[in-house]
């Protein structure tokens, strides 16, 4: 153990200057001349041994780097933040392309996405319901690859009549073995405004029709 009663007038003095450092923290010319100290005051007869020395300045420096690394990632953190509110904040009134099984339509325009195809497919069909769960629109897509297949819906039903602005749900399927197999959905949505957090979180998005999401749910930003 260190025996820290050599120190205290120097302590005091520091404190009296104003240093504002906290009293249980050590740094580290406070260390090296508490280890300066207990090497003046040892017994001779007894001195330490140079083990137990080596083990203190170990468990000095472990801590100190663990401290420092500490600091570090709290830098790194916040200057990350800084980055991705910058980041979200120029998407205002840009279009990004999100996971969601609902689109919107604006009242002039079309409602657009993609499809997550796995494998590539023999038929793949996107259906439209309203909010009534009544299908408006289906959309044959044909034969698609791997990959992500784009789709556009001008917001006109079967007879071509044009549909009010609004949300609608999107499904995307294809048959594998005769069976109906559901795909996932993107949605493309427009960025009306940004939430910043100040808690660490992912910046929040408000989207047209889709409501609020985070930034980390943007796959594409268009």
């Not at 100190?64 to 205002?92: H, N, Y």
């Not at 996107?126 to 791997?146: E, K």
């Amino acid at each position: 153990m260190f025996d820290v009663s050599g120190i205290n007038g120097s302590a005091a003095t520091g404190a009296s200057n104003g240093e504002g450092k906290r009293r249980d923290e050590l740094g580290q010319e406070d260390f090296l001349e508490l280890m300066t100290t207990q090497l003046r005051n040892q017994d001779p007869l007894k001195p330490m041994e140079s083990g137990d020395f080596m083990a203190q300045i170990a468990q000095f420096t472990s801590a100190a780097g663990i401290q420092d690394l500490q600091s570090a990632f709290g830098d790194f953190s916040e200057s990350m933040q800084a980055t991705q509110s910058l980041q979200a904040a120029g998407l205002v009134g840009r279009q990004v392309l999100v996971d969601a099984g609902s689109g919107y339509l604006p009242q002039e325009g079309e409602l657009a996405g993609s499809v997550s195809v796995p494998s590539s497919v023999d038929n793949l069909t996107v259906t439209i319901t309203d909010a009534a769960g009544q299908t408006v629109r289906q959309l044959d897509l044909g034969a698609r690859p791997a990959g992500s297949a784009a789709f556009q819906w001008d917001g006109r039903n079967a007879a071509g009549e044009r549909l009010p602005a609004g949300t609608y749900t999107v499904q995307a399927s294809t048959r594998l073995g005769g069976e109906a197999v559901g795909l996932d959905t993107r949605m493309a949505a427009t960025v009306e405004s940004v939430s910043l957090s100040r808690d660490g979180r992912s910046p929040q998005l408000e989207l047209e029709g889709l409501g609020s999401m985070s930034l980390a749910d943007v796959r594409q930003v268009k």
